[in-house]
């Protein structure tokens, strides 16, 4: 197809670009840092092991496992807790109940919600436990620019 007499075919051609270069960007954007699924927790791993360090507390590992088992046994109790029993569950893993965050645990109409997620800061990463279905995921992700792990207000 011939351009027409007087019409400059450029503009269009870097419109062109710069609209594929906008959506290119947009969705690697949409991707994480760590775009890699949940794993499901591991129920079954020996927590008879000391993870205290000499003088500092739980280890980042051992943070981590403890939150893991203690949420594991919660929902091993109870396939679908309450929003305060995750809650009690993460203090009770060493974590104050400031920076635990716990999405609600029904709608706004009364109904159960269809999963529960939870987080806590641990540095500069959240340790983040998701129950579904009676079953636990845990995973990690970089805090938010504010330090929360969770979007809105669910401290």
């Given amino acids: 197809m011939m351009a ?8 269009c051609r870097r419109a062109g670009l710069a609209a594929a270069a906008l959506l290119v960007a947009v969705l690697t954007g949409c991707t994480g840092a760590d775009s890699s699924p949940a794993l499901p927790a591991d129920t079954s791993a020996d927590t008879s092991a000391n993870t205290e360090t000499a003088a500092h507390g739980p280890s980042p590992e051992g ?10 046994k919660l929902v091993a109790e109870s396939p679908e807790p309450s929003r305060e029993a ?3 569950a993460w203090v009770s893993a060493g974590f104050s109940t400031e920076e635990v965050e716990v999405s609600q645990d029904g709608t706004p109409t009364g109904l159960a919600v269809d999963a529960i997620v939870s987080a806590a800061p641990d540095g500069t990463e959240c340790l983040i436990g998701e129950i579904r279905d009676g079953k636990l995921a845990m995973s990690t992700a970089p805090a938010l620019t504010n330090g929360q792990c969770l979007l809105g207000d669910d401290r």
């Fill in 4 to 11: 027409a007499e007087g019409f400059n075919v450029q503009p």
């Fill in 63 to 72: 943070r981590s496992q403890t939150a893991q088992t203690a949420l594991a």
């Fill in 86 to 88: 995750v809650r009690a």
